[in-house]
């Protein structure tokens, strides 16, 4: 089964163009996401509890933490996809976004032809790796897909917000990013903000649409990426500094949350192409 991810960075966040290695459990990342499928088996998705399947020509839209999954039946062999994963605060500056609100109403996105059309060549784009001008044009995609996700909202205003507006719940939010590195107990969380277990957990998804342990999980994946793409650690030193009992159960974790192994995300990371502003809002790439 091919396992294999190709990344490309910007201002923006990133870009991946994935080649899936099984079923993704449910989980959430910290940024905006933005799904493409290109070939292969396209799977189901889960998002925000709501079922689709990846077809040509929609895009699938992932709030900022947001659950969802990805499963693909027993016969299938996963596909190939493309994934943005951008930055909260650069897409609410570039978009005007409000705190709270969600960058997408609906998870499918429907694209139009010569947009959908433009996704589709975009990887051959990150694999070219000769062109100046690949930034710009990732950053104009972003643009236009978020184009035709506002003209799908609603226009009587009506959103969801995901901010936490509850003093227990924001304290327990600072404790969970506190002490990512550590072993969770979610009943010391709940008792150190002063609620019981059961109160805890249906606030925290009253709050956030989303369990305290799929937040956890989405705040140690995101250190594990950072650990994995800044440091030259051994593999079982990341998983001890994340709280894992072995380096095994790390490289499942990591594997069932991002479609692929430690070990490849951080090859991955070492090859992939970052790009930087330029003024007059260019882009060079730079190794």
Not at 125 to 137: I, K
Not at 181 to 193: L, P, S
Not at 236 to 265: D, K, M, W
């Amino acid at each position: 089964m091919t396992e294999s991810i190709r990344l490309f960075r910007g201002p923006f966040g990133h870009v991946s163009l994935l080649n899936v290695g099984g079923n993704l459990v449910t989980h959430a990342h910290q940024e905006v996401h933005i799904v493409l499928w290109l070939a292969g088996a396209a799977g189901t998705m889960s998002v925000g509890g709501r079922s689709l399947v990846p077809v040509p020509g929609v895009a699938v839209g992932i709030n900022s933490f947001e659950p969802h999954n990805h499963t693909f039946s027993d016969e299938e062999i996963p596909g190939q996809f493309l994934a943005f994963y951008i930055d909260w605060e650069w897409l609410a500056a570039r978009r005007g976004l409000r705190a709270g609100v969600p960058a997408f109403a609906e998870p499918s996105i429907a694209l139009e032809p010569w947009l959908a059309d433009a996704a589709r060549l975009l990887p051959d784009r990150l694999v070219d790796g000769d062109d100046d001008m690949v930034g710009y044009e990732v950053e104009r995609l972003i643009d236009h897909i978020m184009d035709a996700a506002e003209a799908a909202r609603p226009k009587d205003g009506s959103h969801v917000s995901r901010a936490a507006s509850d003093f227990r719940i924001r304290k327990a939010l600072a404790l969970m990013e506190a002490n990512v590195g550590e072993r969770i107990c979610f009943d010391e969380v709940a008792r150190a903000v002063g609620l019981s277990r059961p109160h805890f957990f249906a606030l925290f998804k009253e709050q956030l649409s989303v369990t305290p342990n799929v937040y956890w999980n989405t705040l140690r994946i995101a250190e594990a990426m950072r650990c994995l793409e800044s440091s030259d650690e051994t593999m079982i030193s990341v998983a001890c500094t994340l709280g894992f009992t072995s380096q095994g159960n790390f490289s499942r974790f990591f594997r069932e949350h991002t479609g692929v192994p430690p070990t490849v995300y951080r090859e991955a990371a070492s090859e992939g192409r970052f790009v930087t502003p330029q003024r007059g809002g260019g882009a060079t790439l730079c190794p």
